[in-house]
Structures are given as C-alpha cells and as structure tokens.
C-alpha cells in the first residue's frame, strides 16, 4: 500500500509550510510556494484524501503539563488480547496517542488527564481492569521542552522558512486564560485543525466576530497547540524509538535543551521516576538508532541512557486513528474534560 501514493518536491514543501504556519490561508501558501492557490488546495486535498497528511489541534503541553496532568502508561497484555487492548484504548479521548512496542513493554500510551485523581481513576478503576491486561507502569511528565508540532521536514529554502517565521502568529504563553474556557474550540479542532472561523461559529452555536476574537486569544495566549501530520512511512523517518535517560538532576535542563538541536528528536520530556528524561526520536533507518546512540554518549557524557524502544506500530497519534501504513483513518478528538471509562462488566 506504501508504494501506491508518493509525494513530489512540490507535496513535501507544502506539507512544510503546513508544519510552520497549520491554519495559513491557500494564498499565503501560493505566495511561499510560488504556486497558485487552487494548485496548493488540490495538493492537500489530494493528500488528506489518502491520509498521509492530516491538521490537528490540542491543549499547549508545557502549559498542560504546568497546571494539569501528563502521563506516559506502559501496558502489558496478553498475546492473544493485544488487539482487542488496543481499540478499546485507542478510543478512549484522554488518550492522545497508542503504540505498539518491541520491547519492555507490550503497548505505550501519552495521555492528558485534569488531574492527578482523574489518571488514578482510569489506571486503578479501568484499565487495570480491561480483560487481557496484566499490568501498567506510569510515568508523569515534569516539563516539557518539545514536542512533535516542532518537527520539520526541512523542504523550504532558508528564503521560505524566514518569510513564514516573519508572518507566523506570535504567542505569550501563561496568560490568565484556562483551558477549559475554550474547551467548545479544542474539541472541534483536535478532528480538524483547519476548521474556518465560520465553521466553529457554527459548531458552538456563537457569532463568527466572538469567535474569531476568541480563537485568536486562544492562539495569542498559547493555549492551543496546531500540528500538521504526515504519515511516518512516506516522510523519510519510518523508524520511531524511545529512548529512556537518567541525567544528574542539575544537568537535566541545559542537557534537554541541547538535545533539542538534533533533527531526530521529536519529543523531549522530563519525567517522574529514576529514568527522568524521555526522548521519542524518528530515524532513517533502524541502524540509526546506534549511530545516535553513540552521538549523545560522545556529546553528553553525563547521560545515561537506561532503556529504548522501537515502536512496531503505531496505533493512533494525537487524536487521530492510524492504519497499519500509518495513514491517518479517522478522529478521536483530544478531550482531557471526558468522563473517565469504567468498567461496565456485570
């Protein structure tokens, strides 16, 4: 199936003006790209079509993770009940993201919950309940430093990039505003994060002026965080890993920070528990995986690396069910506020 839609220079530039600017106009796009318009809709509809591409939206983790809960959940399974494990979790809302891992672990789950009592309540009342689970492991995110919505496919020319970081809508996070006062925007952008302003009028029943004024202080305030996706396999990174780290307590910031310069660095989160860093990478290659090994071990001799992962599949990323080629199928909207599932066996 990954060998029956391929992307040309044209596609992959456009997908990365998506990356930097998720919500631009298609004549901002043209004007980047030296394209008409029309030329650049037919692009994306074409690609979104087959769901190698897809734009979505979801609370701001480093103010999400400041004021309310981010968890990493480890779960082991049976053989036999993976699957079923699987789609039950994939369609749980406060689970953002599902994979499936080769080693340490049977699944890998990030999750955001309201508060510390909320994840206890899914852990303890839920899943450890599910048939075919054994057991969970969780972990908290402490601080996060990047996270995927940073991640470029470096097709524009350096020209391209400053003419987008120049007009790219500048924000002030940690400002007075809560999430859940704009929870009626985040639901309908996290299945579509390039829904119009006449569309979410539409949808929350309110005036398309308040709702401009609105989106555009969720935006100003960095509540919200815009993502364009692309699917693994057709991007030129097919390999995903997670590396685990322990780094002296002093170090960690300024070592988190220098990570963030390597391109394949994806996510880089500080965690609760003797491993207190976790960086999920995208590779090349699966021989990759040492050669950055051996990068980080040369360059940051105080960081240890305890444990990593290749992910064998992955099953659903930020709010978006993935098909076995990593095409985007459909939505399960980022919902945090959700009531927390309960096990309904008689």
Not at 10 to 26: E, F, G, K, Y
Request: include cysteine.
């Amino acid at each position: 199936m990954q060998d029956s839609f391929s992307l040309d220079e044209a596609d992959l530039s456009l997908i990365n003006v998506m990356q930097i600017a998720p919500r631009a106009t298609w004549t901002e796009v043209g004007k980047v790209l030296g394209l008409h318009s029309a030329t650049v809709a037919r692009r994306w509809e074409r690609m979104t079509e087959q769901g190698v591409v897809w734009v979505t939206a979801y609370p701001n983790l480093s103010l999400w993770t400041e004021r309310r809960c981010f968890a990493f959940i480890e779960v082991d399974c049976e053989p036999a009940a993976r699957k079923q494990v699987v789609d039950v979790l994939a369609g749980v809302p406060q689970i953002v993201s599902v994979s499936q891992a080769a080693s340490g672990r049977d699944l890998f789950l990030v999750a955001l919950f309201t508060d510390l009592q909320a994840l206890s309540r899914f852990l303890l009342d839920y899943v450890s309940l599910l048939p075919g689970v054994r057991g969970t492991r969780t972990r908290t995110a402490t601080r996060f430093y990047s996270e995927g919505n940073k991640w470029r496919l470096q097709a524009l020319s350096p020209d391209q990039r400053a003419h987008l970081t120049r007009h790219h809508r500048k924000t002030s996070p940690g400002g007075g505003a809560s999430h859940e006062a704009f929870r009626d925007l985040l639901l309908p952008l996290s299945s579509d994060g390039r829904r119009t302003t006449a569309e979410l009028a539409a949808l929350t029943s309110t005036s398309v002026s308040t709702t401009r004024r609105r989106l555009e202080r969720m935006v100003r305030e960095g509540l919200v965080s815009f993502r364009c996706d692309v699917s693994d396999i057709i991007s030129g990174w097919p390999v995903i890993a997670y590396f685990w780290a322990r780094v002296p307590a002093h170090e960690l910031d300024r070592i988190a920070q220098a990570l963030l310069a390597l391109p394949e660095i994806r996510m880089c989160a500080a965690i609760t528990g003797t491993d207190n860093l976790l960086v999920i990478v995208w590779l090349r290659s699966l021989g990759e995986s040492q050669r950055l090994e051996s990068r980080l071990a040369e360059r940051f001799p105080t960081l240890t690396l305890t444990e990593r992962a290749i992910v064998l599949r992955m099953s659903k990323r930020m709010g978006w069910l993935l098909d076995s080629d990593g095409r985007c199928t459909s939505p399960v909207p980022v919902n945090p506020w959700a009531d927390i599932p309960h096990d309904t066996r008689p």
